[in-house]
């Protein structure tokens, strides 16, 4: 999971809004809880290509903060609309996506922040929490690789392509046994087939 330190976070993680969380009102008393609950307009898709959370889309937080002796814990949800393309019938869907957090963001010279990687947990930039990448990761993990517009989508008739949820129950194509095909070919050819027509003119 990517961590927010270094410079570049510093430059991102300036105010508290959006998925930016300031913590100084917590304090650091073990125990101390804040409740947050707060609108976040994507300004670009969160997500996979079939199926996202779309950019301009309304995300809402429903966050508990609450100091630990290590660092800031952050549980609650993060929910919104979803946007895909069915990979069965390749309709386009809407739907709605709840993702359940619970990250660990460390103190900055926290035995915690101390003896792990950068990559491993998530820390504090300045009393600042920056929950962007803490979304990205559970949705990635949340979303469908292969997204369906109902979980029996019956998908594209083979033969001509057309949905099956609009085909109907009696849809069907006729399919010759390729074995047969030449023999059909030439009963349609022989002169008594030939005979026949020509009596029946």
């Known amino acids: 999971m990517p961590a927010a330190t270094g410079s570049g976070s510093r430059r991102r993680t300036q105010t508290d809004a959006g998925f930016v969380l300031d913590t100084r009102s917590l304090g650091r008393a073990p125990g101390s809880r804040r409740e947050i609950q707060r609108t976040v307009v994507l300004p670009d898709k969160i997500g996979l290509d079939l199926v996202n959370i779309p950019a301009g889309a309304e995300v809402r937080l429903d966050l508990t903060l609450q100091a630990v002796s290590e660092g800031v814990l952050v549980t609650g949800t993060a929910s919104g609309p979803i946007a895909g393309e069915c990979s069965r019938c390749l309709e386009q869907f809407t739907d709605h996506l709840e993702l359940e957090l619970t990250e660990l963001f460390a103190y900055p010279n926290s035995a915690t922040e101390q003896t792990t990687e950068e990559d491993e947990i998530y820390r504090l930039v300045d009393d600042l929490i920056d929950l962007e990448p803490v979304v990205v990761d559970a949705a990635g993990l ?57 009596a029946a003119e």
């Open 142 to 198: 949340e979303l469908p690789l292969q997204p369906l517009c109902e979980p029996d989508c019956a998908g594209l008739c083979p033969e001509c392509g057309v949905r099956m949820a609009i085909a109907g129950s009696d849809h069907s194509h006729e399919i010759l046994d390729p074995r047969w095909a030449g023999l059909a070919n030439f009963a349609a050819d022989s002169p008594a087939s030939a005979s026949g027509d020509a």
